[in-house]
């Protein structure tokens, strides 16, 4: 199992500490560093201006919002940024969810696996220009049939230093997990439980029975989940740094009725709970929604307790079908957490 670093996106301005992190992430060796996108820093900047300080850690968005960009201009992007970084970079797309696409991009958000089918598929042809682009789906249209009718099929200009740029899936769902193994090179799961290992695996598996063309092989897919990472004296001071967090993507991310990060959690068993956060949150008790959170659900998602007690948790996380684990934490705190991954070579 490998290691990166979640740079996230941003709230009121840049995280301190990133800079920081990333340079610690690249001299000790980790695999990766990621950044993401909600409705306010983009993705791919910071990602370029910190990981040009880098040369062996590969560089990831996770994840690029597809409302945020047409097909073509999130392959320019990614074309871009692979050359900049001699082929370190890692495209992660996902589809968001309707709060935000129909709020902040103005674009309708039905038939969002549809919507990510056709989205990868140009930006496969983009990045393989191997003929000029032209597609025609239900959503997405190249070239344009209206207009001026003077658009034309174009490739390219600049050739890929990788054809076979890996385009990893953001998924949450079932349907939407099976389809980042059908069509993709990577599933990038926001919260993931070891103990739900055998149901992952299945979705996966139903996926990958549905591969075709030329994809990587299923044996080289790869499953990079952002993990919550927090130690202290005792597992309930560690998992009270980690309770505003989940508080959030299960109160305040979304509507009131799609919500997929609550979503994914009630179906590991805790929807009473989720009810009780949601409530708590929409009624403007944020810090009564964080302590609604038990330390079993942060235990379940996170590496969270005493330094010995993650060690311990650490090891059942190796034996599931993640193959990355994204430290998602305080990034001034990532440099005094690289102890923790002596474990690394072992698992």
């Known amino acids: ?40 820093s983009d993705a791919f900047t910071p990602l370029a201006w910190w990981g040009a300080a880098t040369s062996r850690v590969r560089l990831g968005t996770a994840i690029a919002q597809m409302s945020a960009r047409t097909p ?31 709020g902040w991009y103005g674009q309708p958000y039905p038939r969002p696996l ?9 930006i496969r042809q983009v990045v393989r220009r191997e003929a000029p682009v032209s597609f025609d789906g239900a959503h997405y249209h190249l070239p344009h049939p209206g207009g001026t009718g003077q658009g034309k099929a174009l490739r390219s200009t600049v050739h890929p230093l990788r054809a076979d740029l890996p385009i990893h899936l ?41 591969r075709t063309g030329d994809l990587r092989p299923a044996e080289e897919f790869e499953v990079s989940a952002s993990v919550p990472v927090s130690i202290a004296a005792d597992a309930e001071a560690a998992a009270d740094r980690v309770r505003p967090h989940l508080a959030l993507y299960i ?8 919500n997929f990060h609550r979503q994914a959690i009630a179906r590991m068993g805790y929807a009473a709970e989720c009810d009780e956060v949601q409530r708590r949150y929409a009624g403007g008790d944020k810090a009564g929604a964080a302590a609604a959170i038990p330390l079993e659900l942060v235990q379940d998602v996170g590496l969270v ?33 690289l102890p923790l991954l002596e474990l690394r070579e072992e698992l």
């Open 170 to 210: 953001a998924a949450q769902g079932p349907k939407n997990t099976a389809l980042a193994a059908e069509i993709a090179d990577g599933w990038l799961p926001a919260f993931f439980s070891p103990r739900l290992n055998d149901e992952y695996t299945e979705l996966l598996a139903t996926g990958f029975a549905r």
């Open 72 to 102: 073509t201009a999130t392959a320019m992007a990614a074309l871009t940024l692979d050359h900049l970084s001699g082929g370190r970079f890692i495209l992660g797309v996902g589809a968001s969810g309707p709060q935000v696409v129909e």
């Open 114 to 122: 549809e919507r990510t089918r056709e989205y990868v598929d140009i």
């Open 1 to 40: 199992m490998r290691f990166g670093v979640h740079l996230g996106y941003w709230s009121a301005g840049p995280p301190e500490g990133a800079a920081e992190a990333v340079r610690a992430a690249d001299d000790a060796g980790l695999d990766s560093v990621w950044t993401a996108e909600a409705y306010g």
């Open 251 to 258: 109160g305040g991310m979304g509507s009131a009725s799609t």
């Open 305 to 337: 307790g005493t330094s010995d007690q993650v060690r311990s948790q650490l090891r059942t996380w190796s034996e599931t079908a993640l193959t990355t684990l994204i430290i998602q934490t305080d990034l001034r705190a990532v440099p005094d957490l």
